[in-house]
T-cell receptor, first 116, second 112 residues
Framework: GAVVSQHPSRVICKSGTSVKIECRSLDFQATTMFWYRQFPKQSLMLMATSNEGSKATYEQGVEKDKFLINHASLTLSTLTVTSAHPEDSSFYIC????????????FGPGTRLTVL | QKEVEQNSGPLSVPEGAIASLNCTYSDRGSQSFFWYRQYSGKSPELIMSIYSNGDKEDGRFTAQLNKASQYVSLLIRDSQPSDSATYLCAVNKNNAGNMLTFGGGTRLMVKP
C-alpha cells in the first residue's frame, strides 16, 4: 500500500508558540491531502482539504488563520498551528490520495500535540 | 440521520469466532467504500475497499456491499485478540472527489 509519513510524531510546546507538522507521501503523488484532528475517544474530524498548488478548503468552524495549510508539491503538505493554546492539544493526522479516487485515502501515523 | 452510521459497540466476540461489522450510508450515489482499522492511539489503516455489489475477500476479511439497501459490512473470520480495534467505515460520495465520509466507528473486542 501507499506510504505516508508525518513529522514530528509527538510535540510538546508552550502556549502561544507555533508548531509545524509535515506530511509526506513517500511512494506516490498525492493530488489531494487531508488534515484531520482526533480528540481522545472521539471520531476523526476533517479540518481541511488541500490540493497541490491551490488554497486549502477548510471545514466549517476551523479557523484558517490559526491552522495554516500549505501544499506546495505533490508529495508534501504542512499544517502550522499558530499561537497554540492548550485546547489545541490533540492528535493531528494527515491523509493523502492520488488521482484515482477509488483507491481511497492513506493515513500518516499522526502527530500528538500537547500545548502546555 | 448521519451520512454514515455504525454501531459504536463495543462488539465482543470470542477468539476464533466471526466478527460482523455493519455500516449504512445515506447517499445513494456513493461509489466507493472502505474499511479502516484504528488501534488505540494510532492512525487509521486501510484494510479493505469495495466498489461493486457482492462480496470481496482478502485473507480473513470479507467486505460485503449491497447498494440497493445502502449497506456495507465487514466480516472477520477466525478473530484474534490482535483484531481488537475500532473499525471505521468510509464512503466516497458521488461527486466528492477523494473526500471520504467516515462513520463513527465500531469498537471490536476479541476475547481470548
Amino acid at each position: 500500500g501507499a506510504v505516508v509519513s508525518q513529522h514530528p510524531s509527538r510535540v510538546i510546546c508552550k502556549s502561544g508558540t507555533s508548531v509545524k507538522i509535515e506530511c509526506r507521501s513517500l511512494d506516490f503523488q498525492a493530488t489531494t491531502m487531508f488534515w484531520y484532528r482526533q480528540f481522545p475517544k472521539q471520531s476523526l474530524m476533517l479540518m481541511a482539504t488541500s490540493n497541490e498548488g491551490s488554497k486549502a478548503t477548510y471545514e466549517q468552524g476551523v479557523e484558517k488563520d490559526k491552522f495554516l495549510i500549505n501544499h506546495a508539491s505533490l508529495t508534501l503538505s504542512t499544517l502550522t498551528v499558530t499561537s497554540a493554546h492548550p485546547e489545541d492539544s490533540s492528535f493531528y493526522i494527515c491523509s493523502a490520495s492520488g488521482s484515482v479516487e477509488r483507491l481511497g485515502q492513506f493515513f500518516g501515523p499522526g502527530t500528538r500535540l500537547t500545548v502546555l | 440521520q448521519k451520512e454514515v452510521e455504525q454501531n459504536s459497540g463495543p462488539l465482543s466476540v470470542p477468539e476464533g469466532a466471526i466478527a460482523s461489522l455493519n455500516c449504512t450510508y445515506s447517499d445513494r450515489g456513493s461509489q466507493s467504500f472502505f474499511w479502516y482499522r484504528q488501534y488505540s492511539g494510532k492512525s487509521p489503516e486501510l484494510i479493505m475497499s469495495i466498489y461493486s455489489n457482492g462480496d470481496k475477500e482478502d485473507g480473513r476479511f470479507t467486505a460485503q456491499l449491497n447498494k440497493a439497501s445502502q449497506y456495507v459490512s465487514l466480516l472477520i473470520r477466525d478473530s484474534q485478540p490482535s483484531d481488537s480495534a475500532t473499525y471505521l467505515c468510509a464512503v466516497n460520495k458521488n461527486n466528492a472527489g477523494n473526500m471520504l465520509t467516515f462513520g463513527g466507528g465500531t469498537r471490536l473486542m476479541v476475547k481470548p
